[in-house]
């Protein structure tokens, strides 16, 4: 099976000197099509920090990063937010829902980011709830949403451009174990149905979900 | 279009979820607008005032004393003068001009000082305007006077036809006109320049200024050039020409105008700054959305916009209550001695330094938002 993102030998350092942090030593790994892999470590194994680099949020000190045939590792910031765009959806902890907007609507911002827009981006919105179960709280806004639709509108956010790759921070944390046990069946669907998923998590429970479980410690991969 | 919409909608939401920071955001437009509006329309209303003899006049040339500085204190000019500067070639017409202060007596006792506007009886370049009761004809009278009614109760006069001194000699007002301000507060009185000269026991022969109507095609720099040269003591100016000079005078040595535009400058600053202060606060609330819509690839212009469409309303929705409450005290203080004018342009203006100073509030968040790091949504 080709993977669908690489890593070879990534290494990232926060800082210079005295004071410089390697918080990747040699990462490599790869996510594959139709597969949920789960990132495993302590707090400052380098779990986040690989999550990002392997976003296309942060280029990492040194190493060579792919998407299919693209190495994107050297690629300008400007050109990596159009790979982030185009390729990757993202799902946060926290949500980062805009609270002034409804579930649609926050849907539509990220559908207006790939030029989707009026009644079509009105319609795919709907679409992309309704795919994760929130069709009749469309129109709610995210303070009228219990955690778990928040996070479920995250992810419906995240999928509005169609992104190859999903990366989850921490997507089960703020949830209790039965919304969590939804939304992790989400990414599994999601993951079945040929995306790539990589989820950073603490939470033992959702262990039995993932293909793949990577453990990290002290920035590399140890298994 | 469409891209705009949608950050037009989050540029409002933003505005409208604090309710009270969109107030204060508010507040601080309007007072901006309305100090900047009436203290610029006090500018306006001043300059108006101060050349209303000059553009009133249908002279296209003013003949003045050389040194003369404004309408309001010219010097004596023999009025042979204009016998002269009716042979240059280019000049129709030539009218003498007087502008003379005087002490007025009022009926019930008391004086005020006024100033004498004397032109010659009839069909003149320069007269009274905006006349409500009497006529330009009734001036011929020998002791015809007429007066603004925004004056009237300052001098003692309820109506036509009441009589009363004006350094100690008869006369009679004749008629009213409306509008008519000075910037000096000594109202002007209208005559025929033999009442004034009577009045203000001026010899005959004097004048103030000598008024020119060019002849149909005549070059009006070529009919000024000669006036000096044929002239050596006078300076001719053409009518926008002089009015400048004489609003420039009032409003700049007076230290009026630097006043007023000080205060409007000192509107544009509180303007600025509260707008920024709100701005960048909701920003900065804003901010964990602002790296979630990075991270997810947005381009940095995608959350400009969105700021600036946040001022952009605020100066729009703002100026539009402010321009409101402006316009209204302007059509208050149409009796007020000193009244501030809202020309179209003044507005226009106002709107658009509005929404230069929205903008420029938002050059802070937008700073704030561009050192967003993308991969802080994870912290």
Same mark, same amino acid.
């Given at each position: 099976m080709t993977a669908l993102l690489q890593a070879h030998d990534v290494r990232h350092v926060y800082g &210079? #000197?005295?004071?410089?942090?390697?918080?990747? &030593?040699g990462v490599s790994v790869e996510l594959q099509r139709g597969e949920m892999t789960l990132l495993l470590g302590p707090s400052g194994s380098g779990k986040t920090t690989l999550l990002q680099v392997l976003g296309a949020l942060l280029r990492p000190t040194s190493g060579r990063l792919m998407l299919g045939e693209q190495v994107f590792s050297g690629l300008d910031l400007a050109a990596l937010a159009r790979l982030r765009l185009n390729h990757f959806g993202f799902v946060f902890q926290a949500y980062?829902?805009?609270? /002034?907007? /409804?579930a649609a609507e926050n849907v539509q911002v990220a559908l207006d980011l790939i030029a989707v827009r009026g009644a079509a981006a009105k319609r795919r919105a709907r679409a992309l709830l309704e795919d994760v179960g929130l069709g009749d709280r469309a129109h709610a806004f995210p303070a009228e949403l219990s955690g778990g639709q928040r996070q479920r509108v995250a992810i419906a956010r995240a999928l509005a451009p169609n992104p190859t790759i999903l990366l989850a921070d921490e997507p089960t944390a703020a949830l209790d174990s039965q919304t969590g046990a939804q939304v992790v069946g989400l990414f599994r669907r999601l993951a079945d149905e040929g995306r790539a998923v990589l989820i950073v998590t603490?939470?033992?429970?959702?262990?039995?979900? #993932?293909?793949r479980i990577i453990t990290m410690e002290d920035g590399r991969v140890v298994s | 279009m469409g891209s705009w919409s949608m950050t037009t909608l989050l540029a409002w939401r933003n505005l409208a979820h604090d309710r009270v920071r969109l107030i204060a955001t508010l507040v601080g437009i309007i007072f901006s607008v309305v100090l900047m509006g009436m203290q610029s329309g006090l500018l306006v209303g001043f300059s108006r005032t101060t050349t209303g003899l000059i553009t009133h006049s249908r002279a296209d040339l003013w003949i003045v004393p050389k040194g003369t500085v404004n309408v309001d204190l010219g010097g004596p000019l023999d009025e042979r003068r204009r016998y002269q500067v009716l042979e240059i070639p280019g000049v129709a017409r030539a009218e003498a001009y007087l502008i003379n202060f005087a002490r007025w007596q009022k009926p019930d006792g008391g004086t005020e000082s006024v100033q004498l506007v004397g032109q010659e009886p009839g069909d003149v370049l320069a007269g009274p305007w905006n !006349?409500?009761? @009497?006529?330009?004809?009734? !001036? =011929? =009278?020998?002791d015809a006077v007429i007066i603004d009614r925004l004056y009237a109760e300052k001098l003692g006069i309820?109506?036509? @036809?009441q009589v009363i001194e004006i350094n100690e000699k008869r006369a009679r007002v004749v008629g009213f006109t409306h509008g008519i301000r000075t910037f000096t507060q000594s109202p002007y009185v209208f005559a025929t320049i033999a009442n004034v000269r009577r009045f203000a026991d001026s010899p005959e022969g004097r004048a103030g200024y000598v008024l020119v109507e060019l002849a149909t095609g005549a070059d009006p720099d070529v009919v000024e050039a000669a006036i000096e040269q044929r002239i050596p003591d006078v300076e001719a100016f053409q009518k926008d020409d002089f009015a400048k000079i004489s609003s420039d005078y009032w409003l700049y040595t007076t230290g009026a105008g630097f006043s007023l535009i000080l205060s409007t400058a000192l509107g544009l600053v509180v303007g600025i700054v509260v707008v920024a202060q709100t701005l960048y606060a909701a920003t900065i609330d804003r901010l964990p959305e602002y790296a979630t819509l990075k991270a997810m690839g947005a381009p940095s212009s995608y959350l400009y916009r969105i700021i600036v469409t946040q001022a952009g309303i605020g100066a729009i929705v703002g100026y539009s209550i402010g321009i409101s409450i402006v316009s209204g005290l302007v059509l208050a203080s =149409?009796?007020?001695?000193?009244a501030p004018a809202l020309p179209f342009s003044l507005a226009v203006w106002l709107g658009i330094l509005t929404l230069g100073m929205c903008i420029a509030a938002a050059t802070l968040s937008v700073r704030k938002v561009m050192a967003i790091d993308p991969v802080s949504v994870f912290r």
């Open positions: &210079r #000197g005295p004071t410089a942090f390697e918080a990747l &030593r980062n829902l805009f609270p /002034t907007l /409804t603490h939470d033992q429970r959702i262990l039995p979900s #993932g293909d | !006349l409500d009761e @009497g006529s330009v004809e009734d !001036l =011929r =009278r020998p309820e109506q036509v @036809g =149409r009796q007020a001695s000193a």
